[in-house]
């Protein structure tokens, strides 16, 4: 039997449901691995799980937020033949990601500020948070499954490719993104009728009386389907949502929030640009209330903003 791991990092659970979910699939699995460790499935210490010096398959899950939690992923990720990172916080850092924008001790003070762990018997502490990173930025993993929980594809990607490598001891190519390499946009259930996608102004959901079957792009509302990877089966646009983007880029190392403000840039208006002028798209810019929040909800911590952002500052 192969050894596999699912080890979290700052997690929210979603992840860890999404995966669980897999069921009666994920009893399949057992004919080839033994599930060493995976706090929420089985019950089994982490120093026990420590004491093996190999295991054949980890799963990692989650962005890393403590220095308790950067030391056992490094660790345990050393002693793993193949590792995976599940969901859009361990592959891009996802949303916790957008703690980026402060220091540690601010984030620190912000929930300290909102939750009191003390009790009666009890000398309790918050953890202190190191700067925020994605499992990716302190281990070069195998495979990537980005998602916020990864969606339908990206599971079922990964289960073939794990029963896969149980019946071949193979891997191939050695670093691997799941989903489909094509934009959401693709095959999306509301692709508009032209290539062309044309934006009458920026509206917030709330503002616009929806057309179910018709691209939110075109009814002003921001979908960030053209630049995001296709990992779901159209999950949000189809409960009449736009994408937010957890998929992450189309390809890995791609700025998806660059790529879909040039999307939004090139769209605005182009059938009225020459009579609303440069003021009247600024004007509709205007309304895109929290820009980071929007293009870069998932992918701020790999962005080529927030990378100049250190350089700039020299952190
Ligand atoms: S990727 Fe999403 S579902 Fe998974 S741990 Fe992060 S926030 Fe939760
Ligand atoms: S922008 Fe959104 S709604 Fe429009 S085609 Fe792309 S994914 Fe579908
Ligand atoms: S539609 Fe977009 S935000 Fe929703 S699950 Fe799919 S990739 Fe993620």
Known sequence: MLKLAVL????????????????????????????????????????????LSSIDVLVHMGGISTEEEAKLAREVSSRA????????????????GLNSLYKPIEVYEAIASQVDVRSKN???????????????????PDVLAPGCPPGSIVLDQLFDLLLKYAETGRLEPRILLLGDPESLCNKCPRNPKTTKITMPGIRRIFEVKLDDNKCFLEQGVLCMGPATRAICDHSCIKANYPCTGCGGPIEWGVDSGLSHMS????????????SVLEAGLARELDKIRDVTGIFYRYTLRKSLTYKLRKLRVGE
């Open 122 to 140: 009890s000398d309790l502490e918050l953890p202190r948070p190191i700067e925020y990173s994605a499992y990716t930025d302190i281990v070069e």
């Open 8 to 51: 979290p990092g700052a997690i929210c659970g979603g992840c860890d449901v999404a995966l669980a979910s897999l069921g009666e699939r994920l009893a399949d699995l057992l004919r080839y691995y033994e599930i060493v460790y995976w706090p929420t499935v089985v019950d089994r210490k982490l120093t026990d799980f420590l004491k």
């Open 81 to 96: 033949r193949v590792k995976v990172s599940l969901g859009s916080c361990s592959v891009y850092g996802g949303i916790p």
């Open 263 to 274: 999307s939004v840039a090139s769209a605005l208006m182009v059938d009225r640009e020459k």
